[in-house]
C-alpha cells in the first residue's frame, strides 16, 4: 500500500497586480521585475479575506475530485506562515468550516517548504494506520505581510491556496521517497522579525515596519540552488530512479532564474518544468500544489507519470517527493 493523491484543487484572488500598477508604489519597472524574478503579475486578496477562506475553496476542490466529503477526513494539516490568527489554528478554523468533525487539524510552518513538510507528515500518519484520508493545504495571504514600500519584495509574493487529499492505495501510483531538511542557522536571511515572543508588537515594532518580510534575496538564491540538487539526489537514490525517468519537475516558484538554473544543474529538459512564476509570483506554501492542481486541471499530469516536487524557504528549510502520479 502506497499513499496517493486523490484529488487536487487550488484557489487564487481575482484581484491581479501587475508590474505596470507596481511602477506607480515603488521605484522599479517591468521590465526590471521580468528579467530578475520572471514574474509579470501576482494575485492578491480583497479586503476581509483570509487564509483560511482561499484554504476552503481549494479544499473544496480538492474533496470533490477525490470523491471525499469532509467527514470523510481524519486529518487537516494546513501549512502556512500567514494564519487567520496566531490561535486557534487556521486548520482548525478550516475544519470547522467542512464540517470535518472527525478530523483532527493542525497548522505547520516550515515557509515556502510548508507544503512539502505537511505531505511528508500525513503521509507517516496515513501509512501508520488509525487515518484513512487526509486533506494536505498550503496556503497564504502574503500581500498581508509585504512591505509595498521595499521594492527588493514587495515585486515577488502574491496570495494562494493548493491542496490535496491523500490516501492510502494498492498499485505502482503513490509517494515513492521522500526527504525534508533544514538548516537553522540560515534563519535569519528570510524572516518577519516582529509579532511573535522574541519581539512582541509594539508601538516601534510597527512604526519601523518590523511585522514584514525580511529577506536576503542573493542569500537565499544561493541556498536554492545548493539544495536542490541535493533534495533531488536523495528521494532519487531512496526509489531507485534516474533523473532522465522524471515526467514532470515542480519546484517553489521564487524566482525564474533559480529554477532555470536549477534544471540546467539537473540536467532536466525545460519542457518538463512546470512554471507559472509570471502570473502568481511567490506565493510560499501555496506554490506547489497551485502549480499540481494546474497542470492537473490542464492535463498536463497523467496517471502512472512520475512528478518530483521540490521546495525551500525560510528556516531555512527544504524538502523533496517523488510521486507516481494517479490512485
Not at 470523510?72 to 468533525?101: N, W, Y
Not at 499530469?301 to 517523488?322: C, W
Request: hydrophobic share 45%; net charge negative; with cysteine.
Amino acid at each position: 500500500m502506497k499513499v496517493q493523491v486523490l484529488g487536487t484543487g487550488y484557489a487564487v484572488p481575482e484581484r491581479v497586480l501587475s508590474n505596470a500598477e507596481l511602477e506607480s508604489m515603488v521605484d522599479t519597472s517591468d521590465e526590471w521585475i521580468v528579467s530578475r524574478t520572471g514574474i509579470r503579475e501576482r494575485r492578491i486578496a480583497g479586503k476581509g479575506v483570509v487564509t483560511s477562506d482561499l484554504a476552503l475553496r481549494a479544499a473544496e476542490e480538492a474533496l470533490a475530485r477525490s470523491g471525499i466529503s469532509g467527514a470523510d477526513l481524519d486529518l487537516i494539516i494546513v501549512a502556512t506562515v500567514t494564519p487567520d490568527m496566531m490561535f486557534p489554528s487556521t486548520a482548525c478554523i478550516l475544519q470547522g468550516k467542512l464540517g470535518a468533525t472527525n478530523a483532527a487539524a493542525f497548522d505547520l510552518s516550515a515557509g515556502c517548504t510548508g507544503f512539502l513538510y505537511a505531505m511528508v507528515v500525513a503521509e507517516r500518519f496515513l501509512l501508520a494506520g488509525g487515518v484513512n484520508h487526509a486533506l494536505v493545504i498550503g496556503a497564504e495571504i502574503l500581500s498581508n505581510i509585504t512591505d509595498f514600500t521595499d521594492r527588493n519584495t514587495c515585486i515577488l509574493f502574491g496570495d494562494g491556496a493548493g491542496a490535496m487529499v491523500l490516501g492510502r492505495g494498492p498499485g505502482p501510483n503513490g509517494i515513492l521517497s521522500t526527504y525534508l531538511g533544514a538548516d537553522g542557522n540560515g534563519g535569519g536571511l528570510l524572516h518577519m522579525p516582529a509579532g511573535g515572543s522574541w519581539m512582541p508588537a509594539s508601538v516601534e515594532t510597527v512604526a519601523n515596519r518590523l511585522h514584514y518580510i525580511r529577506m536576503q534575496g542573493n542569500e537565499v538564491f544561493k541556498f536554492a540552488v545548493k539544495v536542490i540538487p541535493d533534495c533531488v539526489s536523495r528521494v532519487l537514490s531512496q526509489a531507485g530512479i534516474g533523473i532522465e525517468e522524471v515526467d514532470h519537475l515542480v519546484l517553489h516558484q521564487a524566482n525564474l532564474r533559480i529554477m532555470q538554473t536549477a534544471a540546467k544543474r539537473l540536467n532536466v529538459p525545460w519542457d518538463k518544468v512546470l512554471v507559472n512564476i509570471e502570473r502568481y509570483g511567490n506565493i510560499s506554501a501555496a506554490s506547489i500544489p497551485v502549480a499540481v492542481a494546474e497542470a492537473v486541471d490542464e492535463d498536463k499530469i497523467k496517471s502512472g507519470e512520475l512528478v518530483l516536487m521540490v521546495g525551500f524557504g525560510a528556516g531555512l528549510t527544504m524538502g523533496a517527493a517523488l510521486v507516481r502520479w494517479g490512485r
